[in-house]
């Protein structure tokens, strides 16, 4: 950026000037940065007729008026007017640098910007000056200053007002005058100003227009006719089109306009550099080359994400220390790459981001690629985002066996939480992966990435794959998108059977694999790519099967437990109910004991005052907790059983209180009926 700086300088050093200079470059690009750590040193070591220019820098982001800048003027002016020495010097300073951090050669954050903006101060005669309605511009000799205003396209001030204000700096004052800001924002920014009455002056300059013109004689002599919208746009762009106001008063104030392309790597250097010596930044700076990559695939120009993203994984990278101890496993770099990929296409609001937040692992997300040649999705194509930001920052991985997704890096980039469970739990799973000695099963790579297999080698593990599938020797989760694959191969003819045999092989191969198979938690997450409408029948089939076995490996996986609990519902109904309302509290029992004869018949045993106290208990569970909706459907087999014998037996205590706890059940089957529609609705 030397000629930039050599431009500026040149400029500063002339005798007379009657413009001013626009350092123009877009959001994020580093604009602010390199004029704190650039331009301002080399412009206040300049001498002109012996004397040091004074810096005045000025963020115009959310100021409201004139008055509000000139105020800010003053007060910087002020801080470089006071001698080092004084006992207000550092008071006022710290006023004016409490958003910079406290090297000097920092930038300001946008937070800081927007802080910075605030009629904030810490003295009380400064708060009173800048208060008044002094004329603040009367008390600053502009000699030897050059004013600076950054963030103009974010000014609260009409563009022509500041634009017209600036200009008496440089034409009464000779003011030397530097405007740093995004020119494309700054155009798009005045054409949208004062939108409704522009509109307003536009309609009625079309229906004057139109008055004029010559009546036909059918016409009603007092009717006028209504505009139409592209005439009353035509009309706006005539009378407040850009090139009006915007570019005479820019032609008139702008002597130079310097673009601002910062070269990638130097800036790379810049930020890594900023780090103190720590073995993050031994590390970052090891794989720069990997910062430069993605940077330059993310097309996105924008060194304050990466720079954000730096930060994020700054946080991750300690914290994974702490938890191994070390980088053993070479794990860091794939959370690194997934941090900057990630940072880039949330930060910047890359169209189809939210796709990311759907998923809750990297399984997901191989699922959700691997079924996206295949069409077979609720809605068309959901999926295509997920396969252009891996051909975007994941061109040449296998995404079977690569790790390239991981929600905790998501949550913490989109949400700015960082998830301490989570990232446990993923790095564990990731560390066993790689520890694992086990080559990547066939299937994995059949589904995965077929199309990397030569010739032979392709027919021996499709043949192989089938046979396990038959056998029931695969998980039982793999089976619809196994199906899909095999009636794809067979379409093409890359596989020599006939669809219905493969149906039948795969249904019994189902069973089997459902047999010794384990509880899947995610499982909905993990065919979501798969989901598709009931007209495709053989894989709406396989999906449901498979969450049927998923849910009684649920049950199974519980029932032990469930039943340990009912059995106390007769032998010590106390301590039941003390379980049932702390560590069964979240836990759908009824669905896991799904035998409602023998809890009906149990309660017959038990002394009325339990009966009134479990129909307390059932109130409290149902009313105040959604999680156990599960139990909806047995819930209504109990009260149809109550409510059969309440109608067949002659009122006593015992009959009051089931009936009683009947109408409680009643409540609480409405309230989770509710819920559940509104999860229902939430997944559509």
Not at 143 to 169: M, S, W
Not at 197 to 225: D, R, V, W
Not at 387 to 402: E, G, H, L, P, Q
Request: glycine share 4%; hydrophobic share 35%; charged share 30%.
């Amino acid at each position: 950026m030397n000629y930039i700086t050599d431009s500026i300088l040149n400029y500063i050093k002339k005798d007379k000037t009657n413009y001013a200079i626009l350092l123009n470059g877009s959001w994020g690009s580093g604009k602010t940065y390199f004029w704190e750590n650039t331009l301002r040193p080399e412009i206040e070591k300049t001498n002109i007729s012996g004397k040091k220019m004074n810096v005045v820098y000025i963020s115009l982001y959310g100021l409201k008026s004139l008055e509000e800048v000139n105020k800010k003027i003053f007060l910087e002016n002020l801080k470089n007017a006071i001698p080092p020495k004084n006992r207000y010097y550092l008071k006022l300073k710290k006023v004016l640098d409490f958003t910079k951090k406290k090297s000097a050669d920092k930038p300001l954050t946008e937070l800081g910007k927007i802080i910075f903006s605030l009629d904030i101060t810490g003295m009380s005669f400064v708060s009173k000056l800048y208060k008044s309605k002094i004329q603040f511009e009367n008390f600053i000799n502009f000699k030897n200053v050059v004013l600076c205003f950054d963030d103009l396209e974010r000014t609260d001030i009409a563009l022509t007002q500041i634009l017209g204000y600036i200009n008496n700096f440089v034409e009464r004052d000779g003011t030397k005058v530097i405007i740093i800001s995004n020119e494309k924002e700054i155009s798009e920014k005045h054409s949208n100003e004062n939108l409704e009455l522009k509109t307003l002056a536009s309609l009625y300059f079309s229906t004057m227009k139109s008055e004029k013109k010559p009546s036909n004689q059918s016409t009603i002599q007092n009717e006028t006719e209504t505009p139409d919208s592209d005439t009353v746009n035509k009309n706006k762009k005539k009378l407040f089109g850009e090139k009006n106001d915007y570019k005479k008063i820019k032609e008139k104030l702008i002597g130079k306009t310097l673009t601002y392309e910062p070269n990638d790597f130097e800036i790379i250097n810049q930020m890594i550099n900023e780090y103190s010596e720590s073995n993050y930044k031994e590390y970052i700076k090891t794989h720069r080359e990997v910062i430069a990559e993605f940077f330059i695939v993310s097309q996105t120009k924008n060194f304050r994400v990466l720079k954000q993203a730096l930060e994020d994984f700054e946080l991750i990278h300690s914290k994974f220390i702490e938890y191994q101890g070390g980088d053993s496993k070479n794990i860091l770099i794939d959370y690194f790459r997934f941090t900057l990929a990630c940072s880039f296409e949330i930060k910047t609001g890359a169209t189809g981001n939210e796709e990311l937040a759907e998923l809750n692992s990297g399984e997901n997300f191989s699922t959700a690629l691997m079924m996206y040649e295949f069409e077979i999705t609720k809605k068309s194509k959901p999926d295509s985002y997920l396969n252009a930001f891996r051909n975007k920052y994941y061109a040449n991985s296998n995404i079977m066996t690569d790790e390239i997704f991981f929600k905790f890096i998501e949550t913490l980039v989109r949400n700015g939480i960082f998830d301490n469970e989570l990232f446990k739990k993923e790095t564990d799973s990731f560390i066993k992966r790689v520890s694992s000695k086990d080559a990547v099963p066939n299937y994995i790579r059949l589904f995965g990435d077929f199309q990397s297999f030569d010739n032979e080698k392709f027919d021996e593990v499709a043949l192989e794959t089938f046979l396990k599938l038959e056998n029931g020797e695969v998980p039982f989760i793999y089976y619809p998108q196994a199906y899909s694959f095999y009636r794809h191969f067979i379409q093409k003819g890359l596989f020599i059977k006939d669809d219905e045999e493969v149906k039948t092989a795969l249904t019994i191969g189902l069973i089997l694999a459902g047999k010794r198979g384990q509880y899947k938690e995610d499982l909905n997450s993990f065919l979501r790519p798969l989901i598709t409408e009931e007209e495709d029948r053989c894989v709406y089939y396989f999906q449901n099967e498979t969450i049927k076995i998923n849910e009684n490996l649920e049950k199974e996986m519980h029932r032990d437990e469930v039943l340990d609990l009912m059995k106390l519902f007769k032998s010590d109904f106390k301590v039941f109910s003390n379980k049932l309302l702390s560590d069964f509290y979240s836990v759908p029992i009824l669905y896991y004991y799904d035998d409602m004869d023998t809890f009906f018949k149990s309660i017959f045993q038990i002394s009325n005052s339990d009966t009134h106290s479990l129909r307390k208990i059932l109130e409290k569970r149902y009313n105040q907790s959604n999680e156990n909706v599960k139990d909806i459907e047995n819930l209504k087999l109990l009260k149809s059983k109550i409510d059969d014998h309440v109608s067949n037996n002659k009122m006593n205590l015992k009959i009051y209180l089931l009936d009683e706890l009947s109408r409680t059940l009643e409540g609480c089957i409405t309230k989770l009926e509710k819920y559940k529609r509104l999860m229902d609705k939430a997944e559509e």
